[in-house]
């Protein structure tokens, strides 16, 4: 696990989900939104993102405390299971430069910690549903039962492509307007235009009915090139993942044939492909790659996998 966090610490460029809400009076609106409130100060808003480090793939969209509220937002075009485990590495991390580096662990004093909010804002392709909450816990052997850990984390993920959460909508408007230029986007890319013209042509269509107006003047071209570096980087990301399982598959399925073939049996050869091309299956739809391709070259740990899954006892 150690070897995929470290791939994963190197820069990116910032998106354009962070850049709106990278504004303090836009940030306090959202959160409002989300939370029922009516703070007006945005000043009162620390921003605590961690800018050099992500984890897991995570893009450090916005971390902040609001009146002893650590809030993380997170801006994600996928959905993974593991959304929880990158909350609650994040969250640490950020305790962990915030208080505890300024704090004493062993002092007979308690450490006040603002109470963790995790918000994935999901505006992918796929149907997903209007709001959705996911648990660290879904990640432990399925043996054991929820209450049974002694750490757990929720991501809430909201659905904010267009027409979902309108009530969110109506009470931030920034987020609705976002919303509606992606969907502008990818209208532009169905009737046939590369991602670079429907880039052009979702900036003109929302300029002219005021979408985004001034950030879209102001800053055509960064915002241009912040959308084309984001398409660019889920495009490499979906191609090595389907690269990476592909590859995993045929090691596994050959796996398959010498497991059955030093069996002598045909039945060997059969069962063994059938068997990890359900893991593989299970492993996919779980996005865990890493696992399928050491799967697919450790026996060892192939097994307990198959354990894990219910596949082989």
């Not at 709001?131 to 043996?143: F, I, K, S, V």
């Not at 003109?204 to 959308?227: A, K």
């Not at 740990?301 to 082989?312: A, M, N, P, S, V």
Request: net charge negative; with cysteine.
């Amino acid at each position: 696990m150690g070897k995929s966090i470290q791939k994963h610490q190197r820069e990116y460029k910032d998106r354009l989900f962070k850049k709106i809400f990278s504004d303090r009076r836009n940030l306090l609106e959202l959160y409002n939104a989300l939370n029922g409130t009516s703070y007006d100060n945005p000043d009162d808003i620390v921003v605590n993102t961690l800018e050099d480090v992500i984890y897991l793939g995570m893009k450090n969209d916005i971390s902040f405390i609001l009146k002893n509220i650590l809030s993380l937002y997170e801006h994600q075009s996928t959905i993974s299971p593991n959304l929880p485990l990158r909350g609650m590495l994040y969250i640490a991390s950020v305790i962990r430069q915030e208080i505890v580096n300024t704090e004493d662990l062993y002092s007979s004093r308690p450490i006040a910690l603002p109470l963790p909010k995790f918000v994935v804002f999901y505006n992918g392709t796929r149907e997903e549903p209007e709001r959705r909450e996911m648990y660290l816990h879904d990640l432990y052997p399925p043996q054991f039962r929820a209450w049974e850990a002694d750490l757990d984390c929720r991501a809430v993920v909201l659905n904010i492509n267009v027409g979902h959460n309108m009530e969110i909508m109506k009470k931030c408007r920034k987020l609705e307007e976002y919303s509606i230029f992606v969907a502008r986007i990818r209208r532009c890319q169905n009737e046939g235009n590369d991602i670079g013209e429907a880039v052009d042509h979702a900036v003109d269509d929302c300029i002219r009915e005021g979408v985004l107006e001034e950030l879209l003047r102001s800053q055509r071209e960064e915002v241009r090139s912040m959308l084309l570096t984001e398409y660019d980087e889920e495009r490499h990301i979906e191609n090595e993942r389907r690269i990476a399982a592909d590859e995993a598959y045929a090691r596994g399925a050959e796996w398959g044939r010498e497991a059955g073939l030093a069996e002598g049996e045909k039945k060997g050869l059969a069962e063994g492909e059938k068997l990890f091309g359900e893991l593989t299956n299970l492993l996919l739809k779980a996005s865990r790659i890493e696992d399928l391709q050491r799967a697919a070259e450790d026996t060892g740990y192939r097994r307990k996998l198959y354990r894990e899954f219910g596949l082989r006892s």
